[in-house]
């Protein structure tokens, strides 16, 4: 007989499942303003805590305050709602299409509107983002056409990826927005890589990566982390965790203890935690990481709270496996009402210009997918041709793919 | 032109392409102060500074996933693996990254990258650093694979590779870097000064992707070979005297057909030799390519000489080894039939 008691296996778990009754009161929400912030090129062992916080500006009666909160002109907060309207708008429309057959799927940005807009706003012409499929707000924020995502959507004839890819896989050099993969989190090591290269050419651009909480289990992620910590090239290092990777909670990504954030600690780079329904929250973490980024400091680690209120795809039934009430009862609330709320407290805006703005965005869209499907869907009109599926496997076609195109009959 | 080895040509092609457009860089584990456990990178960093050439971690996907954003950047990385056996951690970022980039955005993004590795056993390096993975590339559409057998191809391969728009994995007979081996280990290395093919230029050249060369022009049969077992295959036609025809192919991928169906159209018979294990091995793809192009042509079966599909073992390593008997023996199978 051992004298040890037989060992155990564990398996986290969420708290709640589909039937109980969301109750958020035991976690810990610091209250906006709270967090301090440091200079940017503070040691990173001096603000270890703010892996474990969350920097939050504005307050639940639409103040912003403390030391993050960012200096911006009216015009642009409400640029920034309005590209946040914008996003859920466009969502709306294109889950709608997916569900009438004009495309294959689609992913949604529900409840997660501000961190890929707010983030924009703290690039510069010519830096680089290396995102997931979730941060259409990247493209929105720099006033991408509309009509083109929509085209991508499609596949139609005038997808820029010319019907190769998956609804929502878009790519865009000229706006800093990196091809979308599908496979998770490569894109992490190219974003430090990226900004290796910047960095090796003595040029002035940084890049930023994106990944899920989920996709943080990658050994990717780790690889990147790991180049980012040693060559200290100008890149943010972005987790967006909303909680949920597909069914699984990110308990099972993360353990049941510390946070991602925390997982820059290890490596010497600066952790930070924000409010991703913040706005302002999440636009004053981005300005504080690129500008490290471009003084040269090097990396930064930045953990976006936030909650995936949607499905995960049009694939997913989010009912099968979490409450239906979570959503509505997580304590970081829509980052669409929080902005609209600070703004009109700002005195700029108000109930009557927020519902002229939506009718104008959604007339807006609906144009813009006229004329998109004038030109086709996945299902109608003018897609890619089939001759050009044997293009850019390489910059010359080879012989024996010249000869499978005349196989093929084009 | 000077004598080299061929890690003094891959050297040399790294030295001279690197001179001349500085947008090359190169990094892997061990390649930048030391200069490569097999010494392919000596010099460079002394030469062009650490930030060109430089020691990476210890982490295949991390050093081919940040060459690819590199790529993306508009550089050109030209990276080691230090054994092709340690490739597989970054097959991800091979095959659904660098291999896709250009088709899956058409062209927004491109990944001119090279990633060299040794391969092939023959050094006594057990499974773990003898194998010859080169069907798991050929595989993959979006990247070409190349092979050189001697240290002028290497050289000139590598310079074109470095400047090829696509990703390229550049493989490295490793029992051929100090001599033309020929499988028969109870002798004594020839080494490459003695060797016609050890004449290199120090100058920057290229020699084009996609070309095989005839290395022997023959009747009889035709052996289609790369890597080591171009030296193999002489070693067997000289001691069987049958008149082959010895095509090395130099690129697998793309693949000079016309050379092979010119050949075997000829000689009417066809020998395929590789290291690496057979099932789905690249002589299969070859035996296919040959059989639809060539087949009233063909007086007998295509025969292959190739690893067995066993791990490369220790030991046993010239068991395992394709021999010039071996080769020999298929040679006058193939001529009986």
């Not at chain 1, 940084?206 to 992620?221: C, L, M, P, Y």
Request: proline share 7%.
């Amino acid at each position: 007989m051992s004298e040890y008691p037989p060992l155990t296996f564990n398996v986290p778990a969420p708290e709640l499942r589909p039937g109980d009754t969301p109750d958020f009161s035991g976690v810990e929400i610091p209250r906006a303003g709270a967090v301090r912030r440091p200079r940017v090129d503070v040691d990173p062992k001096e603000i270890r805590d703010l892996a474990f916080t969350i920097i939050r500006v504005m307050s639940r009666d639409g103040e912003a305050l403390g030391e993050w909160a960012p200096e911006l002109t009216d015009e642009d907060c409400l640029e920034g709602l309005r590209h946040m309207m914008r996003l859920r708008a466009f969502d709306a429309r294109m889950l709608m299409a997916q569900r009438q057959g004009k495309t294959s799927f689609y992913m949604q940005h529900l409840g997660e509107e501000a961190i890929a807009c707010a983030f924009q706003r703290a690039l510069q012409k010519g830096d680089m983002n290396f995102p997931t499929y979730r941060q259409a707000g990247l493209l929105i924020a720099q006033g991408y056409p509309l009509r083109t995502m929509m085209c991508q959507i499609y596949s139609n004839a005038e997808d820029p990826n010319h019907g190769r890819q998956l609804p929502i896989m878009y790519s865009s050099k000229e706006h800093g927005f990196f091809s979308i993969s599908g496979n998770l989190a490569t894109q992490y090591p190219q974003a430090v890589g990226w900004a290796m290269a910047s960095a090796i050419s003595n040029d002035s651009k940084i890049a930023a990566g994106w990944v899920g909480d989920g996709s943080t289990a990658e050994s990717d992620f780790h690889a990147a982390i790991v180049f980012a910590s040693t060559y200290k090239p100008p890149v943010i290092l972005n987790i967006v965790n909303n909680q949920w990777a597909i069914s699984t909670f990110q308990g099972i990504a993360k353990g049941e203890s510390g946070t991602f954030a925390a997982r820059g600690h290890g490596f010497g780079i600066p952790a930070l935690r924000v409010d991703g329904n913040d706005y302002l929250a999440v636009y004053a973490v981005a300005k504080w990481a690129a500008e490290r980024a471009r003084r040269n400091l090097g990396p930064t680690l930045v953990e976006y709270v936030t909650y995936r209120a949607g499905g995960h795809s049009t694939s997913d039934d989010p009912s099968a496996y979490r409450p239906k009430e979570e959503g509505d009862a997580w304590p970081l609330g829509d980052p669409l009402l929080r902005m609209k709320g600070y703004l009109i407290r700002r005195g700029i805006w108000s109930e009557e210009r927020h519902t002229q703005a939506e009718a104008e965005i959604a007339d807006e869209i609906l144009s813009a997918q006229k004329e998109a499907e004038e030109i086709g869907t996945l299902s109608s009109g003018s897609g890619p041709s089939a001759r050009d599926m044997f293009e850019d496997v390489f910059e010359e076609m080879p012989p024996h793919l010249i000869k499978q195109r005349q196989e093929a009959g084009y | 032109m000077a004598k080299m080895t061929m890690i003094e040509a891959i050297q040399s092609a790294h030295d001279t392409a690197m001179d001349r457009d500085e947008k090359v860089v190169v990094y892997g584990e061990d390649v930048g102060f030391f200069g490569g456990v097999f010494r392919c990178t000596a010099g460079l960093q002394e030469k062009y500074g650490p930030t060109r050439c430089f020691d990476a971690p210890i982490n295949e996907s991390g050093i081919i996933g940040t060459a690819i954003g590199m790529a993306a950047y508009g550089l050109r990385p030209c990276v080691e693996i230090q054994f092709s056996d340690y490739v597989y951690p970054a097959y991800d970022q091979i095959v659904s990254e660098a291999a896709r980039l250009r088709h899956r955005c058409a062209g927004d993004f491109t990944c001119p990258l090279v990633i060299r590795m040794p391969v092939g056993g023959g050094i006594f390096g057990g499974q773990t650093h003898s194998q010859s993975p080169e069907a798991v590339f050929t595989h993959v559409c979006g990247i070409k694979t190349v092979m050189p057998s001697n240290p002028y191809d290497a050289k000139g391969l590598l310079a074109a590779a470095i400047n090829d728009p696509d990703p390229v994995i550049f493989m490295e007979p490793k029992r051929l870097y100090n001599g033309p081996f020929d499988g028969h280990h109870e002798n004594p290395v020839v080494p490459w000064r003695d060797h016609e093919l050890g004449e290199v230029p120090e100058d920057y050249y290229t020699l084009p992707l996609g070309k095989a060369e005839v290395r022997r022009s023959g009747e009889a049969v035709t052996v289609i070979a790369y890597g080591t077992m171009v030296y193999v295959a002489e070693a067997a036609v000289a001691e069987t005297g049958i008149d082959a025809e010895i095509i090395d192919l130099r690129t697998l991928l793309p693949l000079d057909l016309d050379t092979i169906v010119e050949s075997v159209s000829k000689t009417g018979r066809c020998v395929i030799v590789h290291e690496a294990t057979r099932t789905s091995g690249y002589g299969g793809e070859l035996a296919t390519l040959v059989q639809e192009e060539c087949f009233y042509h063909l007086e007998a079966p295509i025969t292959r000489v190739t690893g067995w599909d066993t791990p490369y073992p220790h030991a046993q390593e010239w068991d395992y080894f394709p021999s010039p008997e071996r080769v020999g023996r298929a040679l006058k199978k193939v001529m009986e039939a």
